[in-house]
Each structure stands twice: as C-alpha cells, then as structure tokens.
T-cell receptor
Framework: DTEVTQTPKHLVMGMTNKKSLKCEQH?????MYWYKQKAKKPPELMFV???????INESVPSRFSPECPNSSLLNLHLHALQPEDSALYLC??????????????FGSGTRLTVV | DAKTTQPNSMESNEEEPVHLPCNHS???????IHWYRQLPSQGPEYVIH???SNVNNRMASLAIAEDRKSSTLILHRATLRDAAVYYC????????????FGAGTTVTVRA
C-alpha cells in the first residue's frame, strides 16, 4: 500500500459544528503532516507529527486540533470554524528519519466548506 | 528557510522536453532539492530530489549546478498528463521535518 487516504473527500459544515478529518497510511511512515491550501495558492504547513508526537505547530488557531492516535492514523478536529477556513486540507506522510531525505506522500485532500 | 525562485508559468508542446529552472542562491550544505507537482484537483505528488549529483527516475531528471545555486527539472517528453504546478523546494533534514512550498511554476502542455 503506497497511498495516503483522506476522508471525507468533501465536507460542508456550519460555524457551530464539530467535525473531524481523517488521514490514514500503511507505509510505515513515522512522520505525518497537515497542510491547508487555498484556491490558486501553494499548500501551507499546519502541523507535523513525528513518532506520534506533535513536533511542529505553525501557529495554527486552536479551532484546529490535531490528533495522532497511532502511527498510521492522523485526525484533524474542527470546531467553531470561520468561512475563511474553507480550503483543501491535505495530509502527507514521510519516513520521518532525520539525516537523510525522503519524498513525502500526499493524500488527495478534503475539500472543506464552512457556511 | 532558504528560498527558491521559479518562473510563474511555462508552455510546452506534447512529446517535447520541458526544462523547469529553479534558483536557490542561499542554499545551505544540508538542503536537499525536492520537486513536487500538483495536478488539478489532486494533492502534490513527489517527483524527484537530490543533494549534489544529478538524479534520474522514471518521471524526470534533476540537473544540479556545480555550485548548487540552481537546478533544473527535466521532463523528457511532455504529455498532456504533465500539465500541473511544479514546486521546487529546499528541505533541510538536519533541523526539522518542514517541507515548505513556494509559488511554483504552472506548466501548460499543448497537444
């Protein structure tokens, strides 16, 4: 299995809703990432998990809450979002070992619309 | 993070080679040069990466200047499926796991 699987593919949520995005990989990768991508813009890094521990938070608002229950699964919990949070949310994974460089594998993303 | 500079857009004809330049004059000794591409409505896709030597794989070739201040991604025979945004990214493996995207080059392939 060489894929990163993201669910759901599309999500519409109200500003008072709570929802979660899910990301799964079975490549044995030990680093996992959340990116946000607005239309016509490059992806922006949000969070990095390394060996199931949060290692980087790029000053993301607390209405976004990441979780890494195990080495294969990454969640992004959403609460009280704003319409400007509407974007494509991408998950990625990589080998996660420092001192050498490996390619990242990205999922196809969750298209989120906040109404 | 060391920065990269790429042209905003490039056009190519189908079955012709495409040379995508990337300038990275502030590259450090521990920076790897990564290339990713993003097809419409998809997540980014790893293309190739290298440190000092030229690299080849089934998708593309990466030519790295001797002083490492620039590199070129080469698609040997462009197909319509190669129309995408191509990102040249420097990644420092000595510090953290960041892969930070710049604006990229939008490649259009004419049939």
């Amino acid at each position: 299995d060489t894929e990163v699987t993201q669910t759901p593919k599309h999500l519409v949520m109200g500003m008072t809703n709570k929802k979660s995005l899910k990301c799964e990989q079975h490549m044995g990768h030990r680093a996992m990432y959340w990116y946000k991508q607005k239309a016509k813009k490059p992806p922006e890094l949000m969070f990095v998990y390394s060996y199931e521990k949060l290692s980087i938070n790029e000053s993301v608002p607390s209405r976004f809450s990441p979780e890494c229950p195990n080495s294969s699964l990454l969640n992004l919990h959403l609460h009280a979002l704003q319409p400007e949070d509407s974007a494509l949310y991408l998950c990625a994974s990589s080998q996660g070992w420092r001192g050498n460089s490996y390619g990242y594998t990205f999922g196809s993303g969750t298209r989120l619309t906040v109404v | 993070d060391a920065k990269t500079t790429q042209p905003n857009s490039m056009e190519s004809n189908e079955e012709e080679p495409v040379h995508l330049p990337c300038n990275h004059s502030t590259i450090s000794g521990t920076d790897y040069i990564h290339w990713y591409r993003q097809l419409p409505s998809q997540g980014p896709e790893y293309v190739i990466h290298g440190l000092t030597s030229n690299v080849n794989n089934r998708m593309a070739s990466l030519a790295i200047a001797e002083d490492r201040k620039s590199s070129t991604l080469i698609l040997h025979r462009a197909t319509l499926r190669d129309a995408a945004v191509y990102y040249c990214i420097l990644r420092d493996d000595s510090n953290d796991y960041k892969l930070s995207f710049g604006a990229g080059t939008t490649v259009t392939v004419r049939a």
